[in-house]
Structure formats: C-alpha cells, structure tokens
C-alpha cells in the first residue's frame, strides 16, 4: 500500500451533484458480488476501485492511481439491471457514467452505466447519494482508454 492521501467524500443531494460524483467514478472498476441492493433498508450499495482522475489532472508526470471507494444510494425503491449476468460474481465491470432524471411517477431513475450496454437503474425516492473513499490508494500501471 502506498501512502494515505486526502480521502473524497462527495454527497449528492440533486441531479447536478450526480453529475459531479459520476466524473469521479468515470472508469471505476467494479465487481458484480459487490453490488449490494437492501430492499428493506432501502440502500444500494457499490464498493468501487476507482481512478484517481483528480490526482492524475494535478500534474503531467504524477503516477496513475485506484482507490477503494464505496457508492451509497438511499430512498431506493426498486433496482433494475440490464445486460449483467448476476451468477458471474466475479466478473468486473466498467462504470462509465451516472445518469439521472425525475421520471413521471415522483421518482428519480439513477442509472449506472457500464461498458459492454450493462445498466443499473436504481428508482430513488430522493437524491440522497454519497461516494466515498475508503482506503490507501495503490498506482497502476495505465489509464483507462476508450475507444471513440
């Protein structure tokens, strides 16, 4: 492990937080057993190893960088998922971004998007979202790249 760092705290109260807090998760690596839905709690739970896109962008020659970060949704009333099998546990998935819209029925669609067509849609009550970094960050050696 490498040295201890500011840690991010983000929490998202409206659609322009989300759109912030999926900057930062933009390219975060995921695995399915860490997808976690409590019905009767009403959370939705991701533990990501997230790019440190904010380190990277402080300076040209800085080393790239993962951190463990944890994804909280509260207020969920429903999760879909699309285009992901759930029986490959160990399987990783891409986070490509975090969308969000107030739909018709007084709900807000909260939709994390995967590389590969896999979607998430998670029908919030509210925005109430925190993204939070949990741990020492550790160097990688490259950074993601997409295909345009």
């Known amino acids: 492990m490498t040295k201890d760092i500011s840690r991010l705290k983000l929490i998202g109260k409206n659609i322009e937080d989300l759109k912030t807090i999926s900057a930062y998760c933009q390219d975060s690596i995921v695995k399915i057993k860490d997808l976690v839905y409590l019905r009767d709690n009403k959370i939705f739970i991701m533990l990501l190893s997230r790019f440190m896109w904010e380190d990277l962008e402080k300076g ?77 960050f550790w160097e990688v050696k490259h950074s993601p790249k997409h295909k345009i």
């Open 60 to 136: 040209v020659f800085r080393s790239y960088k993962r951190i463990k970060c944890v994804l909280k949704l509260n207020y969920v009333e429903k999760v879909l998922a699309k285009n992901i099998n759930q029986q490959q546990k160990n399987r990783n998935l891409e986070l490509l971004a975090i969308s969000s819209k107030y739909n018709k029925n007084n709900l807000y669609d909260v939709n994390l998007i995967f590389s590969g067509n896999g979607i998430i849609m998670c029908k919030l009550e509210e925005i109430d979202v925190m993204l939070d970094d949990q741990e020492y």
